[in-house]
């Protein structure tokens, strides 16, 4: 595709209950990352693939949230018996390389709210 | 640990002014450096990055930012500010080795506004 998309736009999740959001990264890319953007905050780190191998998960807040990368394109993050604190924007991007002078480009995020 | 402060939450600017926005970093070695701007509803853009070389990068958009090695600074700058630049920018680290999975530490942002 043209971009890095990601699905859905905005998702409102009552607190305890499951959210899977999708992250279609740019056809090609090797690298996908995960980031949470807090309101007022810069992104933060959550997880990062290589392909389908997971080899950086040390941002993920908790051991709710799981992410996946099965076939090395699609990624999913997944988020159990959601809490408020989750609530925040959920950033994917994607790169051509794994290397670190290769851009990332940016979906626009899920908005996640917890009520 | 790597850290990046941007100490101007908010900046106001008319529009034809010049801007300069802050950042500074805290990291162990040389970093790759980056300049994002996120307007509403809308990913992250790239701006301009820094990995070696020339020390005043240029790009998109008119922007243009310099690294400072002795003030661990990375400002970003844009001589004639245009309406359309109002926006969220963030200023961001990343490690300088291919090795290492490539995450990247963002400062919390400075949101622009533009003055007609």
């Known amino acids: 595709g043209a971009g890095v998309s990601q699905s859905p736009r905005y998702k409102v999740a009552k607190r305890g209950q499951d959210v899977a959001l999708r992250c279609d990264p740019i056809?090609?890319?090797?690298?996908l990352f995960w980031y949470q953007q807090a309101l007022g905050q810069g992104p933060e780190f959550l997880t990062y693939f290589q392909n389908e191998a997971q080899l950086d998960k040390s941002g993920l807040p908790s051991d709710r949230f799981f992410a996946e990368r099965p076939e090395g394109s699609v990624s999913t993050l997944k988020i159990q018996r959601t809490q408020q604190e989750d609530s925040a924007v959920y950033l994917c991007?994607?790169?051509?390389?794994?290397?670190?002078?290769?851009?990332?480009?940016f979906g626009q995020g899920t908005r996640l709210t917890v009520v | 640990a790597q850290s990046v402060t941007q100490p101007d939450i908010h900046i106001t600017v008319s529009e034809g002014a010049s801007l300069e926005l802050r950042c500074n970093y805290s990291?162990?070695?040389?970093?790759?450096l980056f300049w994002y701007v996120q307007s509403p509803g809308q990913g992250l853009q790239l701006l301009l990055k820094y990995f070696s070389g020339d020390t005043l990068v240029q790009g998109i958009k008119g922007f243009e930012a310099e690294f400072k090695r002795s003030q661990s600074s990375f400002n970003l700058r844009k001589p004639s500010v245009h309406w359309s630049d109002a926006a969220e920018y963030f200023c961001a680290v990343g490690p300088i080795s291919s090795g290492s999975a490539r995450q990247l530490t963002f400062g919390s942002g400075t949101q622009l506004t533009v003055l007609p």
């Open positions: 056809s090609g890319h090797v690298s």
């Open positions: 990291y162990g070695a040389t970093p790759y």
């Open positions: 991007a994607s790169s051509e390389r794994r290397t670190a002078n290769t851009e990332a480009f």
